[in-house]
């Protein structure tokens, strides 16, 4: 299994919106509708932003929100907030119960 | 409230084995697949290997298969990860996470990580 492709950073100001892609192929993000995002804090361990492409859980904000096309999925954050800037992984489910991540995007929030 | 703390991690020369250990609380991992998810540093995640919940069956990826082996304690509520044959490349931060729902597609509880290195 090849790692997903996610761009290596991005930016916004406070109050933007920014969208990080996630590319896969036709075994993983095509095939499943089983995409997840985490967010890690540097020294902090990773934490469940989406699952299920766009599925939020409990305490989550919905600033934060996810979507699939096709083999790319994307997380979309709404009204950056400075405690936004973090890296961020998406996941795929890649079948035979094994799982793909992409390599990190790093945010920063200018 | 769920919890999970990892354990075990060290330094290790290459071609040795070392046990990670992740202690559960706030679930019983008896109703719950498990995994292990490791980093390298500064690099990003890798899915490393998962367990049923009734233990039964056990999943690895390619790069760790025939080394490391995921077994767990339901007395101790507790998953290890045994790893044997350590490479450089094993050099990694290794969380211990709790599977979601099935199938094992996310993770929505981590550990606090277990940091190995092995170097000679």
């Known amino acids: 299994q090849s790692a997903l492709t996610q761009p290596r950073s991005v930016s916004g100001s406070p109050g933007q919106s920014v969208t990080i892609s996630c590319t896969g192929s036709?075994?993983?993000?095509?095939?499943?509708?089983?995409v997840s995002w985490y967010q890690q804090h540097p020294g902090k361990a990773p934490k469940l932003m989406i699952y299920d492409v766009s599925e939020r859980p409990s305490g989550v904000p919905d600033r934060f929100s996810g979507s699939k096309s096709g083999n790319s999925a994307s997380l979309t954050i709404f009204g950056l907030q400075v405690e936004d800037e973090a890296d961020y992984f998406c996941c795929s489910y890649a079948g035979s119960h094994t799982v793909v991540f992409g390599g990190g995007t790093r945010l920063t929030v200018l | 409230e769920v919890q999970l703390v990892d354990s075990g991690g060290d330094s290790v020369q290459p071609g040795g084995s070392l046990r990670l250990s992740c202690a559960a609380s706030?679930?019983?991992?008896?109703?719950?697949?498990m995994s292990w998810v490791r980093q390298a540093p500064g690099k990003g995640l890798e899915w490393v290997a998962s367990?049923?919940?009734?233990?039964?069956?056990?999943y690895y990826a390619g790069s760790v298969k025939g080394r490391f082996t995921v077994s767990r304690d339901l007395a101790k509520n507790s998953v290890y990860l045994q790893m044997n044959s350590l490479r450089a490349e094993d050099t990694a931060t290794y969380y211990c996470a709790k599977v979601g729902q099935i199938p094992a597609a996310h993770f929505d509880y981590w550990g606090q990580g277990a940091l190995v290195t092995v170097s000679s």
């Open positions: 706030g679930f019983s991992i008896r109703n719950y697949w």
């Open positions: 367990i049923k919940e009734d233990g039964g069956n056990q």
């Open positions: 036709r075994s993983d993000v095509g095939a499943y509708n089983f």
